[in-house]
Antibody, heavy 121, light 107 residues
Framework: EVQLVESGGGLVQPGGSLRLSCAAS????????MNWARQAPGKGLEWVSY????????NYADSVKGRFTISRDNAKNSLYLQMNTLRDEDTAVYYC??????????????WGQGTLVTVSS | DIQMTQSPSSLFASVGDRVTITCRAS??????LNWYQQRPGKAPKVLVY???NLQSGVPSRFSGSGSGTDFTLTISSLQPEDFATYYC?????????FGGGTKVEIK
């Protein structure tokens, strides 16, 4: 079964740092590009970051550029999101999602269950 | 960056109704458009990819259409399990983006 499991969320003070992890199983992780997306409480989905299958290419939403860093360890089947200089507005459930190109078209499938990050003093 | 605009932001409908949700892209994205369903407390799941292709396992009452900048998700006969929030997403760029969502509520 293809599965993504996020961890590392929690309560952090403004200006603090947190590192999220996403453990992948059930597929060849190194063959797939990966993404992080987030959802603030009661709000819609926001794409956060992208990383290519080799890790050579990364992209970020303007809202997190310069503060967040996406990375991966293909030997460990793991995706990461290092979040620095956190702000109140970064409070959200963070999801990792596989970029599934099996049909020849990119779509986010599957998604993990999400991990909650709360930025508050 | 490509902005995605969905309408309406919410709607009320009854079981058996035909429901249509629209999504507009700020730039031509050809048919690089996906639709997702999200139920409360759950992760999103893909319904339609490449504008009009039904994801495996998704009921045939769901359909997508459009190309360029204007897209539509249609539910032909709303079922109780379809009350949820729906999002469009452009996959034209690796800098992806989502629409604001459409919440389908029970009338």
């Amino acid at each position: 079964e293809v599965q993504l499991v996020e961890s590392g969320g929690g309560l952090v003070q403004p200006g603090g740092s947190l590192r999220l992890s996403c453990a992948a199983s059930g597929f060849i992780f190194s063959n797939y590009n990966m993404n992080w997306a987030r959802q603030a409480p009661g709000k819609g989905l926001e794409w956060v970051s992208y990383i290519s299958n080799t890790g050579s290419t990364t992209n970020y939403a303007d809202s997190v550029k310069g503060r967040f860093t996406i990375s991966r360890d293909n030997a460990k089947n793991s995706l990461y999101l290092q979040m620095n200089t956190l702000r109140d507005e970064d409070t959200a459930v963070y999801y990792c999602a596989r970029d599934d190109y099996s049909s020849g078209w990119s779509k986010f499938d599957p998604w993990g269950q999400g991990t909650l990050v709360t930025v508050s003093s | 960056d490509i902005q995605m605009t969905q309408s309406p932001s919410s709607l009320f409908a009854s079981v058996g109704d035909r429901v249509t949700i629209t999504c507009r892209a700020s730039h031509n994205i050809n048919n690089f458009l996906n639709w997702y369903q999200q139920r409360p407390g759950k992760a999103p799941k893909v319904l339609v990819y490449a504008a009009s292709n039904l994801q495996s396992g998704v009921p045939s009452r769901f359909s997508g259409s459009g190309s360029g900048t204007d897209f539509t998700l249609t539910i032909s006969s709303l079922q109780p399990e379809d009350f949820a929030t729906y999002y469009c997403q452009q996959s034209y760029s690796t800098l992806s983006s989502f629409g604001g969502g459409t919440k389908v509520e029970i009338k």
